[in-house]
Every structure is written in C-alpha cells, then in structure tokens.
C-alpha cells in the first residue's frame, strides 16, 4: 500500500525551527519526488520545496529560500523538512506529497498525498 505519513508539527514561538517528517511507503527510493506543500486557512495552497529522492537535488519557493532546507534519510525511507527561522506567516497545515517520476525534480500533479500536519507559528 502506498501512503505518507507526515509528522512533526506543532506550536514554536517566531524565530524557532522545526522538522517535520514524511514517512514513505511502498515506494522504492530514488523512484520518486517529494513535494512540501502548505496551506494557512483561507489561503491557497502553496508548494514550499521540491526533493529529489534520486540524487537529493532539491528548490524552495522564495518565501521560504534560506530558511527550509528538504532531506532525506533512505534508509528509513524519509524525507525531512528542517524549517528554521519561522515567522507568524509560516503557520499552515504541511502535507508532503509525491509523484512517481523517477526522480525528477518536478512537483507538479502529485500522484499521493499525505494527511498533513498542522504548523502554528505564535509572535
């Protein structure tokens, strides 16, 4: 069965960091990318870093460059979102999602989704 399990939110005063996980299974590492998405409430959801499980490339969206940094862990079959830094602006529900695409670093029409994982960022 292919699922995601993302883990590791919670409440952090601005300026603090958290990582949060994405458990996969039933992928084979390296086959797939891994796309950090969020959503705040009454906004649009917003893709907030691409990951390559292939070779660990990896892009952050401008709101988020210098602060969260995507990785991974394969033997765990992991991908871990360090997010450091964090602003009021920055609370969300966080869903990891994945495409089957070998790897490339593409994260556009994400065939799974997790269930998320809610970040509250307090001033």
């Known amino acids: 069965e292919v699922q995601l399990v993302e883990s590791g939110g919670g409440l952090v005063q601005a300026g603090g960091s958290l990582r949060l996980s994405c458990k996969a299974s039933?992928?084979?590492?390296?086959?797939?990318?891994i796309g950090w998405f969020r959503q705040a409430p009454g906004k649009e959801r917003e893709r907030v870093s691409c990951f390559s499980t292939n070779d660990g490339s990896q892009y952050s969206a401008n709101s988020v460059k210098d602060r969260f940094t995507a990785s991974s862990d394969n033997a765990k079959n992991t991908v871990y979102l360090e997010m450091n830094s964090l602003k009021p602006e920055d609370t969300a529900v966080y869903y990891c999602a994945a495409v089957i695409n070998w790897g490339l670093l593409v994260c556009d029409d994400m065939d799974y989704w997790g269930k998320g994982t809610l970040v509250t960022v307090s001033s």
């Open positions: 039933g992928f084979r590492f390296g086959e797939y990318t």
